[in-house]
């Protein structure tokens, strides 16, 4: 199958949204098939060979913060041509309201079109207030996936309509398979968090507190923190003689990831709520590392209710703790959590998620009027000459 | 003089909308033609699949279930949906091939999916139908009311 893969953010930056869509590529070539991805990529960045750029994205200041979009008649001759060149027998946008390529491609675009919807985070909740001006856009797609229950929900809510619920996937090799970082984890014990530890929402200070509390008794404790922030911000409110037992690494890449995960005896997820899916538990269980979550509903969901990781109430310090140091006392049971994990990701692996996308495909083909490919509603040609100022 | 031009333009641009909604009609209408007829295949060939397990199965409920699904006319097809919907769930603990119950719940899920794509096409239609434009004009008088197809395709 010939399938057509649109990218609404850009490949300069790291993102959930443009890891999912590489990693659906890769298994869908994996599986057989034919794949392009068109998305906003800047031409200095790296781009896998079955990746079409649109050209570099606009920063724009919107709702708060910064999106970067790539809008225009300049995009959307591109768009037509990748189309027209393709020859897709499905087409899968994802985010297909957000006012970028996604939604460009859906206006151009005739045939079968699958979208998945994934966060339901704030801004595509202003975008959704917008639904009626973007029915003719959301007319045109013929099958919805959501990544998770909460996903679908928004979509139930906000655009009317559900979808199949179709979960992240993982590409658990890359995470079994990474070498941890020299030196860790040691024998004193280590704990991992990975996420923006300075935003509330997070829990990182739930996490800061408990290992505060147990640092003192266990002097080779140490603890690994990556994701975006200002390191200070955390360290100002560390004991100097603590301090260099946290390492916060800052953003870091997909590969480095990996090895992060893998280089600690047991992650945290001290999230207050919010969350949808908790992909990254996902990769912490397909690293084969203990997981500690904050009991929350679609945390008890991804660990199998609670074969593959350990709960602490929402917030609870002084359990987290406890729930730790009883951990970090009992390498059995840590192996024994780490092989269960290992166990129920492999259904979010993507090999098999991917088989249910392509399902979906199948699906919507069978359920589209037209015949044959996916083609381009007429354009008038005087449209396309514009250019770019 | 420029009165009358923009007179004209206004009626021009009316115009404009209109086709454009009627385009979209009948574009939605042929949506839901297609995924109507994608879905009487899915369901068709669970009902196919269902049959060869009753029989594998010798669970009678369940092969009598899914011939009546075959054969059901237009008004009594969702109702025997949900009938081979229950057949199954409860033939479920019974079976000892897990390739059959497998291949079973994969043309399930097919199903499912099939009806979302057909449900979701019907909303979509009604939700253009109903606008105060399309209704006032009649836009859609022409076209046969879409009809939602909600069934239980639950099978744990």
């Known amino acids: ?389 | 003089m420029n009165g009358v031009l923009i007179v004209v333009a206004v009626g021009v641009l009316c115009a404009l909308y209109v086709t454009w909604l009627a385009a979209r009609l009948s574009r939605l209408n042929a949506r839901v033609k297609a995924t109507a007829s994608a879905l009487s295949v899915a369901a068709n060939r669970r009902a196919c699949v269902a049959i060869e397990l009753g029989e594998d199965l010798k669970e009678e409920s369940v092969r009598a279930a899914a011939h009546a699904a075959l054969v059901a006319s237009d008004d009594r097809q969702i109702a025997a949906e949900n009938d081979l919907t229950r057949a199954l769930r409860k033939a479920r603990g019974h079976t000892i091939d897990p390739d059959a119950w497998g291949q079973l719940e994969a043309v399930n899920r097919r199903l499912a999916v099939a009806r979302q794509m057909h449900n979701d096409a019907v909303r979509d239609t009604l939700a253009l139908r109903g606008a105060r434009t399309p209704r006032g004009l009649r836009l859609a008088s022409h076209l046969p009311r879409p009809q939602y197809f909600d069934i239980d395709t639950d099978l744990s």
């Open chain 1, 1 to 389: 199958m010939r399938v057509g893969l649109v990218c609404p953010y850009s490949l300069d930056t790291p993102g959930g949204v443009q890891a999912h869509i590489l990693d659906l590529a890769e298994a869908l070539i994996g599986l057989g098939h034919e794949v392009s991805v068109i998305a906003p990529a800047d031409s200095e960045t790296e781009l896998p060979a079955y990746v079409t750029s649109v050209g570099r994205a606009v920063p724009v200041p919107y709702n708060g913060s910064v999106a970067r979009l790539s809008f225009g008649p300049m995009t959307l001759r591109r768009v037509l041509r990748w189309l027209r060149e393709g020859q897709f027998d499905v087409l899968h946008v994802h985010e297909p309201i957000s006012p970028s390529v996604s939604l460009l491609t859906c206006l151009v675009a005739r045939g079968p079109i699958v979208a998945t919807f994934h966060a339901a985070s704030q801004r595509s909740r202003t975008l959704a207030a917008a639904h009626g001006a973007l029915q003719p856009v959301l007319e045109k797609i013929t099958g919805r996936i959501a990544v998770s229950a909460l996903a679908r929900r928004f979509q139930v809510e906000h655009l009317d309509g559900g979808g199949v619920e179709i979960p992240n996937g993982v590409a658990v090799g890359k995470f079994a398979d990474a070498d941890p970082f020299p030196n860790w984890p040691g024998s004193g014990g280590a704990i991992g968090f990975l996420g923006r530890f300075t935003e509330p929402r997070k829990g990182f200070d739930t996490l800061l507190s408990a290992f505060l509390e147990l640092a003192p008794q266990r002097s080779d404790l140490r603890l690994l923190v990556a994701g975006p922030g200002d390191p200070s911000e955390v360290l100002h409110r560390v004991p100097v003689q603590l301090r260099e037992r946290i390492s916060i690494l800052g953003k870091i890449s997909e590969a480095d990831k990996a090895r992060m995960l893998r280089s600690v005896d047991i992650y945290v997820a001290p999230n207050t709520g919010g969350e949808s899916f908790g992909i990254i538990l996902t990769e912490a269980m397909a690293a084969g590392t203990p997981v500690v979550a904050s009991d929350l509903d679609a945390f008890r969901r991804v660990l199998n209710d609670g074969k593959a990781g350990d709960f602490f109430p929402v917030g609870d310090k002084s359990a987290l703790a406890s729930v730790l140091a009883q951990l970090l006392d009992d390498p059995a049971r840590r192996a024994e959590m780490g092989r269960e994990g290992r166990a129920v990701v492999a259904e979010y692996d993507w090999s098999v998620v991917a088989a249910r996308v392509v399902e979906v495909y199948h699906s919507a083909i069978a359920a589209t009027a037209i015949r044959g490919q996916v083609t381009v509603e007429e354009v008038p040609a005087e449209q396309l000459d514009i250019e770019l100022p």
